[in-house]
């Protein structure tokens, strides 16, 4: 359905933000993205360098170790956070001359977030959870009902609508999680180790539905620490150190500081 929400870029008159894009095209670009983290006179380089670009209809995933700079970039792709330099395009808008209020107009229907933790609103029903983002929103409650009906069901979920998270098992939490993500028909859904927190069978139920989702046309970008999981994506990104690396490079890293910690 068509959302117009802000203002056109003068580039951009063909694709009024908010609807569709034809698959194929760029979603996300960023170019030298750096973000610095300073605490008590220590310097942190969360990311240097980073280039990225994701096509519509991609499924992508940001694999490296802990601490690699993983969760930063995908709160900068998701507006959480901003770069300390380099250039962000989201549809091709420049991200820094948004204000606050049109990021959150961003955030709110052109991003879907699912986190490790969930993120559930304790007492919040299931149907209020995935109703809230879009009370947000300009939309008839005839519309939001039918949205959250429609997510909950895609999720196998719409049997739990009255029960709060605290009564749902971890795997159904995250289920709740994502349908909250699609009620808004995002244009990317960002999950950031949607698994960690989820038993083997749970996950690998989570990452099945990913990988449906993705197959009827979802963009997804998604972190993770688990090379198993990151088979489903298209393509991966490697982090180390904050820099973007080969897969080759990535895996040398790996065992270079394996052994530094072993001797
Ligand atoms: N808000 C913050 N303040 C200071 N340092 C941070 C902050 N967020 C992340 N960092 C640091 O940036 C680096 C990358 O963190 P993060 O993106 O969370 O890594 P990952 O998700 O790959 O584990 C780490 O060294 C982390 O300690
Ligand atoms: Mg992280």
Excluded: W
């Excluded at 605490?39 to 994701?54: K, M, P, Q, R």
């Excluded at 008839?140 to 039918?146: D, F, I, T, V, W």
């Amino acid at each position: 359905m068509p959302r117009k929400t802000l203002r056109l870029d003068s580039r951009d008159r063909n694709t009024k933000r908010g609807e569709m894009t034809a698959a194929g095209d760029v979603l996300i670009s960023m170019k030298d993205i750096e973000r610095v983290f300073y605490t008590d006179e220590v310097e942190t380089h969360a990311l240097s360098d980073v280039d990225l670009e994701i096509r519509k209809g991609e499924y992508v995933s940001i694999e490296g170790p802990s601490g690699s700079g993983k969760s930063t970039l995908l709160s900068i792709i998701g507006l959480l956070d901003s770069p300390s330099d380099g250039q962000y395009l989201f549809k091709r808008e420049a991200v820094e001359t948004l204000n606050i209020s049109q990021r959150a107009v961003i955030r709110n229907r052109e991003i879907g977030f699912i986190f490790q933790s969930f993120n559930l609103i304790g007492d919040l029903t299931v149907y209020e959870n995935v109703e809230l983002p879009l009370t947000y929103r300009a939309m008839s409650g005839s519309e939001r009902k039918q949205r959250v009906q429609q997510a909950l069901e895609r999720v196998g979920i719409s049997h739990r609508t009255r029960h709060y998270p605290s009564q749902l098992s971890g795997g159904q939490q995250q289920r709740v999680a994502v349908a909250r993500a699609l009620a808004g028909n995002p244009s990317i859904l960002l999950a950031d180790e949607p698994t960690g927190n989820l038993d083997s069978q749970n996950a690998n139920a989570v990452m099945e539905l990913l990988g449906e989702l993705h197959r009827e046309g979802a963009t997804i970008c998604m972190v993770t620490h688990d090379p198993r999981f990151a088979q489903h994506a298209e393509r991966g990104i490697h982090l180390f150190d904050g820099r973007v690396v080969t897969k080759s490079e990535a895996a040398k890293s790996m065992a270079d500081s394996a052994a530094n910690r072993t001797f």
